[in-house]
């Protein structure tokens, strides 16, 4: 199994990027998908989840309304789309994917994980 996360890259706050993570070697369209991220010196934390057929989506309070998760399955791809960055959106997001009927929010729950995307806003 792989997923591999790209889009990331530095941006002024304000701006947008759209992430986006490729599966492969899995059942794409069976798996509820999840982005996380984490700051230096801090704790991986939820951003956003969807579940298997995109018909459900969750955030974190502090990027709801600026971030949108959405999923193709014809793609195997998870994306996030983000706006209205700032610096404290600044971190290392990685997708992950679980096989909950309802994705989780806890890191530990999910079984694969991408390699990470940087994420640099400056103010």
């Known amino acids: 199994v792989q997923l591999q996360a790209s889009g990331g890259g530095l941006v002024q706050t304000g701006g947008s990027l759209r992430l986006s993570c490729a599966a492969s070697?899995?059942?794409?369209?069976?798996?509820?998908m999840g982005w996380f991220r984490q700051a230096p010196g801090k704790e991986r934390e939820f951003v956003a989840a969807i579940t298997w057929s995109g018909a459900g989506t969750y955030y974190v309070d502090s990027v709801k309304g600026r971030f949108t998760i959405s999923r193709d399955n014809a793609k195997n791809t998870v994306y996030l789309q983000m706006t209205g960055l700032k610096p404290e959106d600044t971190a290392v997001y990685y997708c992950?994917?679980?096989?909950?009927?309802?994705?989780?929010?806890?890191?530990?729950?999910?079984?694969?994980w991408g390699q990470g995307t940087l994420v640099t806003v400056s103010s």
């Open positions: 070697g899995l059942t794409f369209s069976s798996y509820a």
């Open positions: 992950a994917a679980a096989t909950n009927l309802l994705p989780p929010k806890t890191a530990s729950r999910y079984t694969y």
